[in-house]
């Protein structure tokens, strides 16, 4: 515990690398996965193959392979994150963090998209077809009549999606980011008999990140719900 008191500061800068790419992801995952649903209930039975194929490949992908894949094969592909190289203050948003967020990004994508699928499923079939009988095409149908109620029925599934991708982010930690994991990591190896204090502390705060999270996805839910 006095390891960590003493590394306040660095540990405290771990989360801060934790939560803001956790936050980013979330929005790329939400958008690409909203994309994902459309495409795979929409008319275009090429598009629906593809964004089936692509879910079904990276979902049941282990998400450290993925992270293996954009460090060390996308490379050679010609695909690399070098040119990334933003400073904000004492945070440096490098290749790392950049390989973080498209790899995350790409993997929670998927789980959003059958999250919202299944708020789509949940939507009568009327509603749809009322829609397109007054003439609304099927980008019209799916903005303005199916998702905004499919939205509704899916924040539990949706919102355990970003849960995960909450402790996903650790694996960043593996791949040169100074995230949460990677500090705890450096500080076990410095301070061998404190490794348990340690253990918890990093516990306890991976915690509130995720009860912060679980807190505003039940808030949405039971304003929604109420709506």
């Not at 948003?93 to 789980?111: G, K, R």
């Not at 397109?132 to 924040?155: D, E, K, N, W, Y």
């Not at 204090?197 to 516990?203: D, E, N, R």
Request: proline fraction near 4%; include cysteine; charge should be positive.
């Amino acid at each position: 515990m006095q390891a960590v008191l003493d590394n306040l500061d660095e540990v405290l800068k771990g989360f801060s690398y934790t939560i803001f790419l956790f936050l980013v992801c979330a929005v790329a995952s939400l958008v690409l996965g909203t994309i994902l649903v459309a495409m795979r209930v929409g008319p275009i039975a090429i598009l629906r193959s593809l964004a089936a194929v692509y879910v079904s490949v990276v979902r049941n992908t282990p998400l450290i392979l993925i992270f293996i894949f954009f460090h060390f094969a996308a490379p050679i592909l010609g695909i690399n994150f070098r040119w990334v190289q933003i400073h904000v203050g004492g945070f440096d948003f490098t290749s790392a963090f950049a390989t973080a967020f498209v790899a995350l990004s790409l993997y929670t994508a998927c789980f959003v998209c059958e999250g919202l699928r299944s708020g789509v499923n949940a939507v009568p079939l009327g509603q749809a077809e009322a829609a397109r009988a007054i003439g609304l095409p099927f980008g019209g149908v799916m903005t303005q009549v199916v998702l905004p109620q499919a939205i509704r029925a899916s924040v539990p599934p949706v919102a355990s999606a970003l849960i995960a991708m909450v402790k996903n982010t650790s694996v960043a930690g593996v791949f040169f980011l100074a995230e949460a994991l990677a500090v705890m990591r450096g500080l076990t190896n410095d301070n061998a008999s404190q490794r348990f204090g340690i253990f918890l502390c990093f516990a306890i705060g991976y915690i509130v990140i995720v009860e912060v999270v679980s807190l505003i996805s039940l808030t949405l839910e039971r304003r929604w719900r109420t709506a």
